[in-house]
């Protein structure tokens, strides 16, 4: 009885498997127990203290490199999260594979524009979620108004200083995908790269920082 406890004693600790123990009778007719170190164990968990291992099948990466991806990915994980939760994949409520791959393709292409857009917001210095920037610009409605020479206006209602600049910078990151790619793949499907006129108070530019 008293060996199986001193047993259980050791599988249930995190350094166990360094020991061995043996219940025994002394001299005295009295039950005693009998410790012992491993010293090889003990001397391998020694040579690893202070060291994180990472196994790869590349032989092409550095150890920075392998590092900086194992790090990176809860981002990837962070990622999957936003697409069950902000983009709201599920529950999938579609019995076909044909239209479940469709569904999923679309998500897919949503994440990587929610994404992307984050990256994009952060080269101007604004480091917000795109959950976050949704929720702060749900208050605007944009107001079309057609004019009797066939022109037409967009306006928005009132809105603050920190709305307005997060606009400005979302115009310029359209105007920069367009520059960069849009412009190499000419088709009339493609919307006019020209920002519709949004009647924004012309208040002198100033520092504005975002609040996360």
């Known amino acids: 009885m008293i060996q199986k406890r001193a047993n259980t004693k050791l599988r249930n600790s995190n ?13 005295d007719e009295k039950i005693a127990l009998r410790w012992q170190i491993d010293r090889f164990l ?30 990176d990915k809860d981002a990837v994980e962070k990622r999957f999260r936003v697409c069950k939760q902000a ?4 529950p999938i409520y579609l019995h076909k594979d044909h239209r479940i791959e469709a ?20 080269t101007y210095g604004i ?14 409605t944009m ?10 206006l ?3 209602t009132v809105i603050d200083q920190e ?13 920069d995908i367009h520059h960069r790619y849009l412009q190499h793949f000419p088709t009339s499907s493609l919307p006019n790269p020209s920002p519709a006129p949004l009647l924004l108070p012309p208040d002198p530019p100033h520092k504005l920082t975002i609040a996360a």
């Open 15 to 27: 350094v166990g498997h360094l020991f061995s123990v043996e219940a025994f009778l002394d001299e």
């Open 42 to 71: 003990l001397k391998k968990e020694m040579d690893s203290d202070g060291r994180y291992l990472l196994v790869t099948n590349s032989f092409t990466l550095t150890a920075s490199k392998m590092l900086k991806l194992y790090r």
């Open 87 to 90: 983009l709201k994949v599920r």
């Open 103 to 122: 569904m999923l393709l679309i998500n897919m292409i949503a994440l990587l524009t929610y994404s992307l857009l984050e990256r994009q917001m952060a």
């Open 127 to 140: 480091h917000l979620t795109t959950q976050n920037l949704l929720r702060k610009l749900s208050s605007l």
């Open 143 to 152: 107001i079309e108004t057609h004019c009797h020479d066939g022109s037409i």
């Open 154 to 156: 967009f306006g928005l």
């Open 163 to 175: 709305q307005k600049q997060l606009l400005e910078v979302l115009t310029q990151i359209l105007a």
